[in-house]
């Protein structure tokens, strides 16, 4: 049976987020997705100025050495490093490991993935150098 009433639903504030810690924290995560776009955004322009020739590149390199695109690439490495740590400290919860008939703790499993974030890191700065 269908009711007509409605349910009632507590009122919301639009600071809800700002009571608790927990989701202020959440709020800065999900807000990592900006300087992710900020980055890609520029991703795209790079690209573009790759195909334009010599000078569309230097005009674009010449824009990233301006302090404030500085000042929103390196917002950008920190809000990347941010959402790399909190998705890899969600990795174990997701992909339960078990080895020799017992679940392995988090740490490792965390620990393997910043050591392969860090050696892809790596390996892409020594393909850059090496050019």
Do not use: C
């Amino acid at each position: 049976m269908i009711s007509k009433r409605k349910p009632w639903s507590p009122p919301v504030s639009a600071g809800w987020w700002r009571h608790l810690a927990f989701y202020r924290f959440y709020m800065l995560r999900e807000g990592t997705a900006l300087p992710a776009l900020w980055f890609s955004l520029e991703l795209i322009f790079a690209l573009y100025a790759l195909k334009g020739g010599a000078e569309q590149w230097d005009a674009f390199v010449s824009f990233l050495r301006h302090p404030l695109a500085l000042l929103l690439n390196l917002i950008a490495l920190a809000a990347a490093l941010l959402h790399s740590k909190t998705w890899f400290e969600l990795a174990p919860k997701a992909a339960i490991v078990i080895v020799r008939g017992k679940t392995l703790p988090p740490q490792p499993i965390i620990i393997a993935l910043w050591i392969v974030m860090l050696l892809v890191t790596l390996g892409a700065l020594w393909l850059a150098l090496a050019a």
